[in-house]
């Protein structure tokens, strides 16, 4: 068992910044792959971003590519991500998730821990 805590969500302007946290308790996080993902009102969730157990490779939706940069400190068994150049259309609910492995879960059903959210909105 996993549990997941996100954190760093709040209200920015846009053009503006935030850092997202995930913080993960339970089993070895090192060994999980970890993604965000986001939903904005009425829209279905989407991913956002990924990374593997050891940080050596990330993956990025083109939406955010080259603003959004994700990272893990497995240290301390939290990954982040890194918004930069926010827009309004970025307005969501922030999700963390993991899955066991070394393979990256490109579908959100291979993700088995999730947690609760954490919004960002961005004013125009």
């Known amino acids: 068992q996993v549990q997941l805590v996100e954190s760093g969500g709040g209200l920015v302007e846009n053009g503006g910044s935030l850092r997202l946290s995930c913080a993960a308790s339970?089993?070895?996080?090192?060994?999980?792959?970890t993604a965000w993902f986001r939903q904005a009102p009425g829209k279905e969730r989407e991913f956002v971003a990924a990374i593997n157990w050891s940080g050596g490779n990330t993956y990025y939706a083109d939406s955010v590519k080259g603003r959004f940069t994700i990272s893990r400190d497995n240290a301390k068994s939290t990954v982040y991500l890194q918004m930069n150049s926010l827009k309004p259309g970025d307005t969501a609910v922030y999700y963390c998730a993991c899955a066991y492995g070394l393979v990256v879960p490109r579908t959100q059903r291979e993700y088995r821990y999730w947690g609760q959210g954490t919004q960002v909105t961005v004013s125009s």
């Open positions: 339970g089993r070895t996080f090192s060994r999980y792959a």
